[in-house]
């Protein structure tokens, strides 16, 4: 157990529906980061927030939205679902900036179909 | 922009041999960070070695090293005395000096073991 904490581990839904992901962090750490991982892809990384506020911004499309809660725990929003869609989302927390690297959640396998 | 580049797809060893994965990044910035991560089959993202750009010493966790080359950009891993555990999809992965954390990764070498 790495300490982050990913719900749910799998998610089966159909085109153009909405699902919520949610990611605690490790005790203690501020930051909260998004991936997402797809064969074509890679590790693509979606948004970061610290302490609450969005701090970076990476390839998230517009149908997709975050938030990080005051107890630190975040939630990514996926709307109007493609197949496209279908990857392994992971949530990764740090105590600060991640500089010195940070502690992944085991992934959610979101299934668009 | 940051880029890594793992030009290994596949690599495969035989158990108790010694394999090195190649990695190469692309970068202006002077301080930085490099990292390998470690994706077995269950899919966790597990943090195998870490390497300051600062540091000329190259870092090393127990069976695992790092052959660092700045000048080159180079940040290679090597796995001694290898383990059926170890078989993974391995990550390279890049992190700028700065206060943001993001993390920019390889498309990844998956390492297969042989007994």
């Known amino acids: 157990d790495s300490g982050v904490t990913q719900t749910p581990k799998h998610l089966i839904t159909a085109t153009g529906q909405r699902v919520t992901l949610r990611c605690s962090p490790r005790?203690?750490?501020?930051?909260v980061y998004w991936y997402q991982q797809s064969l074509d892809q890679g590790l693509q990384f979606l948004i970061q927030y610290y302490n609450g506020e969005e701090r970076a911004k990476g390839n998230i499309l517009e149908r997709f939205s975050a938030q990080q809660f005051p107890d630190l725990h975040s939630e990514l929003n996926l709307s109007s679902l493609e197949l496209g869609d279908s990857a392994l989302y992971f949530c990764?927390?740090?105590?600060?900036?991640?500089?010195?690297?940070?502690?992944f959640g085991s992934g959610t396998r979101l299934t668009v179909v | 922009a940051q880029t890594v580049t793992q030009s290994q797809p596949e690599m495969s060893v035989q158990e108790a041999e010694t394999v090195t994965l190649s990695c190469t990044y692309d970068?202006?910035?002077?301080?930085?960070?490099l990292f390998w991560y470690k994706q077995p089959p269950s899919r966790q993202m597990i943090l195998v070695i870490r390497q300051e750009a600062y540091k000329q010493q190259n870092a090393t966790e127990n069976r695992f090293s790092v052959n660092f080359q700045k000048a080159a950009k180079s940040f290679s891993l090597k796995i001694s005395d290898s383990q059926l555990g170890d078989a993974a999809m391995y990550f390279c992965a890049y992190n700028r000096g700065s206060t943001l954390g993001r993390l920019y990764f390889g498309r990844g070498t998956q390492l297969t073991v042989w007994p």
């Open positions: 005790s203690g750490d501020l930051s």
């Open positions: 990764a927390s740090s105590e600060n900036t991640g500089l010195g690297g940070y502690t």
């Open positions: 970068t202006s910035e002077s301080d930085y960070y």
